[in-house]
Structures are given as structure tokens and as C-alpha cells.
């Protein structure tokens, strides 16, 4: 049986992807440095968010996540960060690759509403294998990756935070119901606002007029 053996070694921002996505460097180990011709590799990423401690800022952020931090024994559970897969080209004893993990700025998404709520420190992942390896010194098997396969990685928040600057600088977005969207738009005629940014600060005012300014 192939024993493969997976770490994660760093992660960093995708330069010229498409959509909002990081590149996990994978390091991978046949142990009994046997050839390997391909591995078909998925890999499913969770965040431990109890791993890790929370400032005063980070803990009001997260409330709509976790509740009350008197909950927060039973409520701080793993969150689904992503699915992602590749292939791994032929290779001996060790190699390297990048994963790429196309990510979300929705932020009605769990794992985005996590990571867009932290100020400063690391998000504690768990990276669980699983998938095909192709292998033999003479002939050719495929053998499935067991389950129990897994890495841990504290990924740097401001690796999120440049990743969403650089393919949202300044800016970020939400999603709506139709009516509700139907309702800001004849909002925004009525009013003949000139941006969606003076509808929400002019609402925005309207509900906390003595609070803090908004334009």
C-alpha cells in the first residue's frame, strides 16, 4: 500500500486568478520513496475557530456566527472553508505542488463572515486528504487515499486580507432578496441618489442619527 504522507508548507494569494483565490503549497512524501506516477488529490479545508483566541472587536464581529460568548463552548464548531482538487504530475520520494482554492467575498457565507470579522493573529485550518494514487515499479495501480490523511495549517489573516484587496481593493458586496433589492432601487430614484453607497449611508443615518458619521 502507498503511504503518503501530506504538509502544508505556506499559503499565498493567487496574483492573476480569475476570481478571489489562494494557493496552498502542499508538500507530499511517498515514504517508502517508491515512484508515483499521478495523484487525483482533493482536499477539503475546515476552519477549527476554537483553536485560536479572540479580542474584544473579533467577539462583537462574531456574534451573528457563534452568539453570546457565554455560548461560545457549544457554538464554536468547525466551519466548511472549501473543496478543492488536482492533479499531481509522476514523481519520486517528494514533491511539491500548489492548490489552488477558489475563494468567496460573500459574506453570507459562514467562512467569509468568519475571515472578513478577524483583526490580526492566524485562522487555524484542518486540511483533510482524500483521493486516487497511481503508482507500481512494474505495471500500473491506482489505490485510493485513506481518510484518516490530514494537515493543520494557521493561515495569516492579512493573507485573506490582501488576497480580497487585490481583487476588491477598497470595496466589498452583499447579497440581497429581489424585493428587498427592488425596494433600495425605487429608494435610490425616489431620493435620485447618485450611488448605492449614498443609499445605504443615507438610510444608514436616518435609522442612528446621533451615531457615528457614515460619508
Known sequence: MTDLEFSCTGVRPEAYGTGPTLLFGLRIEESDHRPVHAVALRCQIRIEPARRTYDQEEVD??????????????T?????????????????????????VPCTYDTEVASASYFRALTQGEIPLLLLYSGTVFTGREGF?????????????????????????????????????????EALR????????P???????DLLEAADPQGRPWT
Open 61 to 74: 464581529m462574531l456574534a451573528d456566527l457563534f452568539g453570546e460568548p457565554g455560548r461560545w463552548s457549544t
Open 76 to 100: 464554536l464548531k468547525p466551519l466548511q472553508f472549501a473543496h478543492a482538487s488536482i492533479t499531481v504530475p509522476a514523481f519520486t520520494g517528494v514533491t511539491e505542488v500548489d492548490l489552488p
Open 141 to 181: 495501480r491506482a489505490e485510493p487515499i485513506p481518510w484518516h490523511k490530514e494537515s493543520t495549517y494557521r493561515m495569516p489573516v492579512q493573507v485573506w486580507r490582501d488576497m480580497i484587496d487585490a481583487y476588491f481593493p477598497g470595496t466589498g458586496w452583499i447579497r440581497v432578496r429581489n424585493d428587498c433589492l
Open 186 to 193: 425605487r429608494y435610490r430614484s425616489r431620493h435620485a441618489l
Open 195 to 201: 450611488s448605492w453607497e449614498r443609499v445605504f449611508t
